[in-house]
């Protein structure tokens, strides 16, 4: 072997076993195929998240990502038709019932200039009167709407907000058309992205709103969920789990999303689990990196037993005090608001000045 660039990958019979592996080459991981009589070497880094393409699948003729299914072409490294992308390929020979990859063959890898998504841009608060948004989790036929205690408080506290010289939004739940999240994470922290992964490859999918509201618009994030089962609402449960990608972001980026934010809860229900719910809640909310006032929720629940759901909806439109306490929480909200954004605004200024004195601003 003169070529000190070839490199023996094992014995042909043997390599031939498996249509699609990993194989490590001087530290570089190559995906091997092996698929009607003939080899194919790739680079085994995916160009979208740098997935293990080697641990992938082989679908005619091309290497999916096991991460997020991008696809190249297993002996050249191109991308699908139509597709700009290639991964670097290499050469093979086989002498003497062995194979041999030449590392130097490698092509240059090329990567079309995808447009960054609307949501990967800084995080930055702009200028202007607190903003409030608040999110129903009610799940109901749009069509065919019914009353809901805990979307009626909502709007109370979105009234009350405005009222303060906020500016608030709405967003329904059910009104948004989302795909569940499909465990990205469980394949790899890394294949967990910001934006999300879903968000990134289906341009239908209208989670995107929340992401706005929550990671670049609102200083105030108001969260409502009636009780099902001694639990918050299913549809909160998928929204939440589509979550993981902001939180994700500090584990394997040390990058916080979610700075100088607030969270609130309203939740209600025909049964008793006010606190436990309203718990977890808190828990995940402040796992994102959001701040609560004091006394961060408001609940109501006539107990276990209180089946007359009818009464139910009657005592929650007729309580004031409930309706009071609800626009108190939205008062503490943006009062702790007020106070995160000046001393985030404070904060910046100190730095801009510091740059300044070092003679790094003009």
Request: hydrophobic share 40%.
């Amino acid at each position: 072997m003169a070529n000190p660039d070839w490199h023996r990958l094992g014995p042909v019979e043997t390599l031939k076993q498996r249509s699609l592996q990993t194989v490590t080459v001087a530290g570089r991981p190559i995906a091997l195929s092996y698929d009607e009589g003939r080899f194919g070497a790739i680079l085994g880094r995916c160009l979208h998240a740098g997935g293990p393409l080697g641990d992938g699948t082989l679908r005619n003729g091309y290497v999916v990502c096991p991460w997020h299914g991008w696809t190249y072409q297993r002996e050249t490294g191109e991308g699908e038709p139509g597709s700009t992308d290639a991964v670097p390929r290499y050469l093979l020979k086989q002498e003497g019932g062995e194979l041999f990859i030449d590392l130097a063959s490698g092509t240059h890898p090329r990567a079309a200039s995808h447009e960054p998504h609307p949501l990967a841009r800084r995080p930055e608060r702009a200028p202007g009167a607190l903003r409030v948004v608040g999110i129903s989790t009610t799940v109901m036929d749009r069509q065919a709407p019914r009353y809901s205690t805990s979307e009626d408080l909502l709007g109370v506290a979105l009234e009350a907000a405005a009222g303060d010289g906020a500016e608030t939004k709405l967003i329904r739940l059910d009104s948004l058309r989302f795909r569940a999240c499909e465990g990205y994470y469980s394949k790899s922290a890394n294949a967990c992205t910001w934006p999300c992964s879903i968000t990134q490859m289906d341009d239908k999918d209208e989670l995107t709103a929340v992401y706005e509201a929550l990671v670049h618009w609102a200083d105030v994030v108001l969260i409502a969920t009636p009780i099902r089962w001694g639990n918050a609402s299913s549809l909160y449960f998928k929204m939440i789990e589509r979550m993981n990608c902001i939180q994700n972001q500090i584990t394997t980026h040390n990058r916080v999303l979610i700075r100088n934010k607030v969270a609130g809860f309203i939740v209600t229900g025909g049964q008793d689990n006010v606190q436990a719910v309203a718990g977890e809640m808190m828990m995940f909310f402040g796992e994102l990196g959001f701040t609560f006032a004091q006394f961060p929720f408001v609940g109501h629940s006539r107990g276990w037993s209180a089946e007359d759901m009818e009464n139910n909806v009657a005592a929650v439109k007729a309580d004031q005090e409930l309706r009071e306490g609800t626009r108190a929480l939205a008062r503490r909200c943006l009062e702790r608001a007020r106070d995160l954004v000046a001393a985030g605004e404070g904060a910046a200024r100190t730095e801009r000045g510091g740059r300044k004195a070092n003679g790094s601003l003009k």
